[in-house]
């Protein structure tokens, strides 16, 4: 037997049975039970015209019917308008001698085909018709390669098993009982019980772009007809319907033109002018209320011979209230239910066309694509039908469960969003909080909205363009789900909803699902800054600005001695900024309380908290060349300080810059190895060196500050030497007092030039014991210069001062006050000497005198301190 019987076989047990017994019962008058192919050509094989248009007698009852399988290699194919081969047709013939008649007028290219022939009501007939239309709809030209509806040269004959009438009967007796029209839940062709399971919507098409062209036609004639007043149902629908080359097709166009031509009528709704509900009403005033819809989706679907069933029931659209009980309530809308291929699906034409503007009692026209065959298991969370049947679910829900349920917007779903918790769109908070969380395949971003609650579910803003108010919970986003922990700021019942928008969108968020909180008692907690930026934790876009790492997580960050550190990874060089927000702190200070450090694979935030209570940090971030490019919001964090705070002398120096430390900027200008890789520096005896390499000679500034308000007896710029030996620098320092510091380091990067900023480093001192100040530089102090001795600025009076210092190329060195001593050149190139401080001089100049000028440049001051005089 070949595969095709065996697949026979297995879809109609009880027909390849029949056929066995007729054929044991043949055996005697026929020499083999199998026909020539071209015998059953002749007897058995119909145009395919027959298989997909039935006449109107097909309805009527009839004693048996013959059913057959062809292969035929159309010329023309009136279902898809174009030349296509077709795998399966059902062919209907209501009598045997009928059907000689017809195979023998349908002779020609016909291939051979197997054929069972079956008894049977004519609905079995219409079950097989839709079958074959599941088929095409499926694999029809627009959403299926050209290569794959090619028919291989083998699939061009078949064996042909031919059963007489007379043999089936019994079996024709046995299926009476069924009912004449499919009956909901029943398995009503071979497709689907092929297919074992119910079809999903994407089984029947993959996207709405294949309907683009109905679409387009729909739209464009739809308009036509309504300039010209034509309002007849019958013309509507042959003129939109025109083109349409499947049942799928037929339905869209229909669906497409109630979505687009009728308006939910809000006045009627709201009592304040008559309801249309009746057709022709409908079409001539284009708006109506949901029966004006489902009542003229029947009669369209009717004219082109689409089944179609008026579904009332609940919904959870205008003027349903949240949390109400539905039971013993009247239902109050309307939707459809068609047959296509067999199968029951559902659609809803009136929230299709759009949505309505309770605030401002008018309708919004917003062609919503999801209410079209959309799929049961999501049809559910906001239609409830009166009878159970039309859930379509293989396990029905109850009242009570439909009122539970969460309500979910069409974006919801059409942005392939999944809720993770909770199951039920009633919270009541535990210990004052209450948890939201959502799935997601594909990045998005999200934000909410918290307020008192509305019986009215349909109220308030379905868009968001940013928060407007997130100071009562915490959203954060990771890579595949959002969480969002809401803190109720008082006892009683509030409204969440939740918006999003596809990552990539730059359009407002759009409402996605909503909840109502109860909070018995709120929790006792401080105020949480507002965040803007939408949620917390690096940001779903922060990969594509360059951020890849964080060391924290989208959790609160405890602060421990009012101190933290931000550390961010990075893909390329970036520029960052950063802001601290809490609810009590001025704008000017939070500034005392960033120090950001810029390296070409990392970013640093140090952050100081002089508050206690919740603070915001958020990080900007750009590309680091494009200078042109504006910051954007790449992470946010929320701190909580509840400890120890850092005081206001603690604060990080004012002035400081955006780049802190060794980074991208100081590696650019051929500065590198540098002693100390961190931005902040601490030391507890008040001195400190700071070395690194300057590879390419650049020339050098140092600048040491703090806050303003301290002033100092010595200029602060007396607390730094620096020293330059090959490509060695060295910074020294000593501290005044105990403090913070900045110490900004400048480079000029062309001759000429003004000096740039290289980096500045943080140095807090912790020592209360004054550093002495250093001598006073001149710039005969150049590069390869050395003090070795004195190292410090302030010399005591009436003492002899050991001297040690290089000057290359220098001839001679003095020490000059009262009188002139010259050092003396030693065999490591060292001028060395002792000169006498003397009593009442107030300095010691250091100089030399290089290559044969006997002219002497100063190259530093010492200052003596001054004997207090007797009075």
Known sequence: MTTENTQWKHLCPTLQQTSSRHFKSSQGRHASSIMSATVAAQKFSFPFSCAVRLSQQDEMPQKGCVQAAALHDLQENPILGKPSPVAVIGALVHDENNAQKSAKASLGDVAPAQVLVCAGASQSAVLSRQCVFEKLAVESEDQRPAAKRQLSSESAARTITVVKKSAVRKEAEEQKQLKPKAVLGQRTSLCAAAAGKRRRRRDLFTNAEVFHRVDSHVIRTGAELKEKCVYDIKTIVQRISQGARNELERLRAIWVW??????????????????????????????????????????????????????????????????????????????????????????????????????????????????????????????????????????????????????????????????????????????????????????????????????????????????????????????????????????????????????????????????????????????????????????????????????????????????????????????????????????????????????????????????????RLTVFVRDYEKTEVKFQNAANFLLHCKGKVVGPDELFPPSLGSACGPGTRTSEAGLSKFSHTTALVSTQQGKCNITFHNQRDLELHTVLSREESKTAAVPLSRQLFCTYTDTKVTVSVSLPDAGVYRLGLYARLVPGGDFNPMCDFVLRNSCDQPGPPFPCVYSAWRKGCVLFEPRVGLLEPLTWVRFRVRVPGAQRVSVVGETRTDLKLNKSRVWEGEADTGNGLQQLKLAAASGESSEMAVLMIFDIKQLEREV
């Open 258 to 615: 109630l979505c687009h031509n009728i308006e939910y009528d809000v006045s009627g709704y709201l009592g304040r002018s008559e309801k249309l509900s009746s057709p022709e009403e409908v079409i001539a005033a284009g708006r109506g209320v949901c029966c004006g819809y489902s009542n003229l989706c029947t009669e369209m679907c009717r004219e082109v011979g689409i089944e179609c069933q008026e579904v009332p029931g609940h919904s959870k659209g205008i003027g349903y209230r949240q949390g109400q009980s539905l039971k013993n309530v009247k239902s109050d809308h309307l939707w459809n239910a068609v047959l296509l291929g067999g199968q029951w699906f559902l659609l809803d034409a009136c929230w299709g066309a759009g949505r309505v503007d309770v605030k401002h009692e008018s309708f919004v026209k917003r062609f919503d694509d999801f209410y079209f065959l959309t799929d049961p298991e999501e049809f559910i969370d906001s239609h409830f039908p009166d009878e159970e049947k039309w859930q379509l679910l293989d396990t029905p829900i109850t009242l009570e469960e439909f009122e539970r349920k969460v309500f979910k917007t069409s974006a919801f779903f059409s942005m392939g969003l999944r809720l993770i918790q909770p199951h039920h769109a009633h919270i009541v908070t535990d210990d004052g909080e209450a948890n939201v969380s959502l799935g997601f395949s594909r990045p998005a971003t999200f934000t909410y909205e918290m307020t008192q609650h509305q019986d009215l579910l349909h109220c308030g803003a379905s868009e968001q363009k940013e928060s407007s108010n997130s100071s009562h919970g915490l959203l954060t986003v990771s890579h595949r789900s959002m969480k969002l922990q809401l803190l109720p700021p008082a006892s009683g019942v509030y409204d969440v909803k939740v918006f999003a928008r596809p990552e990539s969108a730059t359009t407002p968020l759009i409402w996605v699902c909503s909840f109502t909180v109860e909070c018995p008692t709120p929790k006792a907690m401080e105020e949480i800054p507002e965040n803007p930026f939408l949620s917390w934790g690096l940001q779903p876009v922060s990969a594509s600005l360059g951020v890849t790492g964080s060391s924290q997580g989208s959790d609160v960050a405890e602060v421990e001695e009012g101190v933290f550190e931000l550390a961010l990874k990075t893909s390329r060089p970036l520029m960052v900024l950063c802001e601290l927000v809490h609810p009590e702190l001025e704008a000017a200070v939070a500034k005392r309380c960033l120090a950001t450090q810029i390296e070409p694979s990392a970013l640093t935030c140090h952050v100081l908290c002089p508050l206690r209570g919740f603070y």
